[in-house]
C-alpha cells in the first residue's frame, strides 16, 4: 500500500497506475517525447522506491526495476506494449536493483531464448538429462587436507554445450524451479 501511495505520488494526476499483480506495477503517462523524459520519469519512480517502507515494528529496504515500452514505436496495443515493458523490465533486473530499461527489439530475441530455455531446464530437471554434479573439495589452509566436499551442479545442454549456473540458476529463481531443482541435487 505504502508503494502504491509513493508511486502515485511520484506520476501526474492525469497518470493511471495500476497493480497488476503482486509486486507488480503498470503505469501509463502520456506527452512523453524523448528519452531524456522517459529517463527523468523511470528515474522519480525508482526514488520514490528507495525510501524505507514500514510495516507494523518492521522497516524494509525496497529497491524496483522500471521496464519501459513507448507507444506507437514499442506496440500499438496494450497487450503488446505491456509484453514490451515486461521483456524490458528483466532486462532491468539483469542489472541489477534500482534500474530502468527501454524497449528494444533485441529484448524481444532474448526474452524469447530465456523462455526457451526456460522450457529446456524444466525438462532437464523432469528427466535429469544433461544435469550433472561436480564434486569440489573444501581444503583446511593450514594442514592442506579435504575437510568437506562442496557439489557443484552442472548443466550440459545438448545444442548450447554447457550452460553456466550464472545462467540457468537465476531463471531457476525467477521462476520458482529452486526447490525442484535442490530435490534433484538431493536426491
Known sequence: QQIGERLQVALRSDDILARIGGDEFLAVTSGIHTEREVGIVANKVLSCLRATVYADDLSFE???SVGVA???RDGEDAEVLIRNADAAMYRAKEQGPDHFAIYTPELTKRASQRLQLETELRGAIRTGN????AYQPILDLR???PVAVEALLRWHHDRLGDVPPVVFV???EDIG???RLGK???H
Do not use: D, Q, Y
Not at 130 to 133: I, N, V, Y
Open 62 to 64: 525496497v529497491t524496483g
Open 70 to 72: 513507448v507507444f506507437p
Open 130 to 133: 544433461g544435469l550433472t554434479l
Open 143 to 145: 594442514s592442506g587436507e
Open 170 to 172: 537465476p531463471i531457476a
Open 177 to 179: 524451479l529452486m526447490p
Open 184 to 186: 534433484w541435487v538431493l
